[in-house]
């Protein structure tokens, strides 16, 4: 891990449909975040040029495919995000420790795997149609921290989750198990209709022990989106452990 400063919590998502887009974000925030998160829609539409050029102005990637296949696929993957220079990537914890560990192997030490434990876009209702059983369709915070448990035993560096759940994962997982954190909003930022449900100010994920902070709308939203880096940089600041 990177020496740690406020700004290298953040992790801003290029939730953009365009390569023009994208550029205009990796100018205005390189240096003022610590990495960006490339994800499906930016990946489709530009492929590993976006990444490569992250890479080149000289900031960190987290590329955020949730990969999910059989493990050879998976291991192969892994390592060409690998070859591409990403410090973080992303792969589905729901399926097999196989399916975990290939893609650790196929990381190769280079990238820092994460498991996607259960998508917060999953309900109750969702697991128990999907064919599992009470205990873990009704308690989903079980559910969350016997995969994460599963991604550790495979050797992922972490998992990404709900920042109201970093401090059971870590408790259970250990404090060098990573906890990435989306559904954070600073307090002084309201986001217009905002879908993020379960949310925390980045001082309390951070407190909470979070890792890396996923912020989007309330950067990329903002009338200067630097100064809004800055100033949750200055809020992180207050509430390093
Ligand atoms: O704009 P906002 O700060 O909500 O962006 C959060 C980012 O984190 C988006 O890229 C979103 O897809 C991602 N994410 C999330 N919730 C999850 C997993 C990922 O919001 N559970």
């Known amino acids: 891990m990177p020496k740690r400063t406020p700004s290298n919590y953040i992790i801003f998502p290029l939730d953009v449909p365009s390569v023009k887009e994208a ?5 205005l925030l390189a240096g003022r975040v610590g990495m960006f998160k490339v994800g499906l829609e ?10 490569r050029r992250i890479v080149a102005a000289g900031g960190q990637v987290f590329l955020d495919l949730k990969l999910h296949d059989i493990p050879a696929t998976v291991g192969r993957a892994m390592a060409r995000a690998a070859d591409l ?18 893609a650790v ?11 996607v434990t259960v998508l917060t876009s999953v309900t109750t209702e969702d697991l128990r149609s999907a064919g599992f059983r009470s205990e873990l ?6 559910l969350v921290l016997h995969r994460a448990n599963l991604a550790r ?22 404090r060098g198990f990573l906890a990435v954190t989306p559904g954070v909003r600073p307090s ?22 979070a890792d890396y902070l996923v912020i989007g709308r309330p950067i990329r939203d903002a009338d200067d989106p630097a100064a809004a880096a800055a100033k949750i940089a200055d809020e992180i600041a207050g509430a390093i452990p």
């Open 23 to 27: 550029g205009k974000y990796i100018d």
């Open 42 to 51: 930016l990946f489709i539409e530009a492929g590993p040029s976006v990444v």
């Open 85 to 102: 220079g990403v410090s973080l990537a992303t792969v589905h914890c729901g399926e097999s420790l196989r399916m975990l560990e290939a």
């Open 105 to 115: 192997a196929g990381a190769d030490g280079k990238v820092a795997v994460l498991g």
């Open 137 to 142: 369709s009704l308690d989903m915070e079980a």
């Open 153 to 174: 035993q495979a050797g992922c560096a972490g998992v990404v989750c709900s920042p109201l759940e970093v401090e059971g994962i870590k408790k259970k997982l250990g």
């Open 188 to 209: 002084w930022e309201a986001v217009a209709g905002d879908d993020q449900q379960r949310v925390a100010t980045p001082a309390s994920a951070v407190a909470a022990g």
